[in-house]
């Protein structure tokens, strides 16, 4: 079974769409771990076959639950009576700076008009406890963003997110979810993201019938970002999840702008903070005009997949190669680089040994090709 070859890039069948759906959604499998096992096994269905076995060799009492097929045939059901599709990294159609993300969604379900993800994008966020001026300045950057060709990204929460949605229902606005497309948090968001849909986009990597979770919105937050030519913060707390959003910008190599504000208002620690870190003071437009417009004309640089040519089968670490690269990961995150040179292993051996412990469910792979032990 072979991908279909387009003039414009390559899309899934119909079957793959469906493994790759039910690789993605099953235990302990996220976006990196997906795309190891896609690269390690050659498919989603072949490593699918193998998840059992990984989770085996990597410790576990019992192997992680596997989507089923009906689940996966159920959900996207689901997305054709709500007028979603799914698309898969590497689509045509899939967001093109999201897609240079290390840990990119393998699939995000849309809803809406396409075209809005072709557009650049600058993420704004912001207090969800939001001032008025907050909101009113966020409104007026927002709306002159739009006129100057932009859509902007955000998470559709309260206060300064819905602010700047509102602002470009007309010019197109991108409403990235915690939760799946049909479970809108807040609730009362709801009539905004139907008007959303008209010109905009809702994007989603989460289950449908998914309620977001507090550990969701942050994982959400890389997506604003991810999206983005740079993200836009106007009244964060010092402790807060437009922080996050910031700090994630910078991983992804993105652009960071903040609205200055009062001292004697709390909700405007976090962006005075980025400030005084470097981040672009905004007081007007041409502000963050000035720095985009460079990186307009830039190409896109997407990432290169080299394949493992000595990979081997996934019995091949012997016991001691096995024990040794275990004995050298902790809770501590440690650059799989590190691992290798300390292990005396080959690559192929110690990326083995870490997708078993990660199937497993003991490893964590965080930003920067960092891993840690659970």
């Not at 045939?73 to 700076?97: D, K, V």
Request: proline share 7%; with cysteine; aromatic share 4%.
């Amino acid at each position: 079974m072979t991908r279909a070859e387009t003039a414009d890039g390559v899309r899934l069948t119909d079957g793959q769409r469906l493994d790759w759906l039910r690789l993605i959604r099953s235990e302990n499998i996220g976006p990196r771990t997906f795309r190891a096992l896609v690269n390690r096994y050659g498919g989603a269905r072949a490593a699918l076959e193998a998840l059992p076995d990984l989770a085996r060799r990597g410790g576990a009492q019992a192997p992680g639950r596997i989507y089923s097929v009906e689940e996966a045939e159920r959900e996207i059901e689901t997305a054709r009576r709500l007028q979603a599709i799914f698309l898969a990294l590497g689509e045509p159609g899939y967001p093109t700076r999201l897609r240079v993300i290390d840990d990119a969604p393998p699939l995000i379900a849309v809803r809406g008009n396409l075209d809005a993800l072709k557009m650049p994008s600058v993420g704004i966020v912001g207090s969800r406890n939001a001032s008025a001026a907050g909101s009113k300045f966020a409104a007026q950057l927002a709306r002159e963003l739009g006129a100057h060709g932009f859509v902007v990204s955000s998470g559709l929460a309260r206060g300064i997110d819905a602010a700047a949605h509102r602002a470009t229902i007309g010019s197109g606005t991108i409403a990235v979810l915690a939760g799946g497309q049909d479970r809108i948090y807040p609730p009362e968001h709801q009539d905004l993201f139907d008007q959303i849909l008209d010109k905009g986009a809702a994007i989603s990597e989460m289950p449908f019938g998914w309620e977001p979770r507090a550990r969701d919105f942050p994982r959400r937050n890389r997506l604003i970002s991810g999206l983005s030519l740079g993200v836009l913060v106007i009244e964060a707390a010092r402790r807060s999840g437009s922080l996050i959003t910031a700090r994630m910008a910078l991983e992804q190599g993105r652009e960071v702008f903040a609205v200055p504000g009062s001292p004697l208002d709390p909700r405007c620690e976090g962006t005075n903070g980025l400030l005084k870190q470097g981040a672009t003071l905004v007081t007007e437009m041409s502000d963050i005009l000035n720095v985009l417009a460079p990186i307009l004309g830039q190409p896109i640089e997407l990432p290169i997949e080299e394949p493992d040519h000595d990979m081997g089968e996934p019995g091949d670490a012997a016991p001691d190669e096995r024990r040794r690269i275990i004995a050298l990961l902790g809770p501590t995150p440690v650059e799989i680089d590190d691992l290798i040179r300390l292990s005396g292993a080959r690559p192929a051996i110690v990326r083995t040994v870490l997708l078993e412990l990660e199937i497993a469910g003991k490893l964590e792979r965080q930003a920067g090709g960092r891993v840690a032990l659970l």
